[in-house]
């Protein structure tokens, strides 16, 4: 008990240590690139390799794309692409469908180049891609 709550502390501490707001003129020099239009295409071929089914996946676009800047924390370095909100449910080893969770992909130059939500990080990154949704215009159940 006394080791959880430990840890407890120290991944509080380490998410208070993020730097601090970019300036209007360190967002200016960032380049996003045009904006994607095949957006939908290289999401999908991106989760294609990350997903249990991706034949049987369901993904749903709820929004962007759009330019979306993520500042750096101790736990993950910067990120900015235009950004796309989706709601993913993929069926889990068993088969079974697991349920819809947020995932926000960032796209830069025609690939996903950073993503919220999935993989070892899913805990902490499906934080990060309800608050990102909502920046995008979507409230992420």
Known sequence: MRFLAATWVALALL??????????????????????E????????????????????????????????????????????WAVCVMINDKDRRG??????????????GKVVAANGDGLERAAGVRYAHAQCRELGYDAP
């Open 15 to 36: 998410a208070g240590c993020q730097s601090p707001l970019p300036t209007r003129e360190e967002l200016a020099v960032l380049d996003y690139g045009p904006r994607p």
């Open 96 to 109: 079974a469908y697991e349920g819809f969770y947020p995932m926000v992909l960032y796209i830069r130059d």
């Open 38 to 81: 095949d957006y939908e295409k290289i999401v999908r071929d991106y989760l294609r390799t990350r997903l249990v089914e991706p034949d049987f996946a369901l993904i749903e676009f709820k929004a962007g794309p759009k330019p979306l800047y993520q500042k750096e924390t101790v736990l993950r370095a910067r990120q900015y692409g």
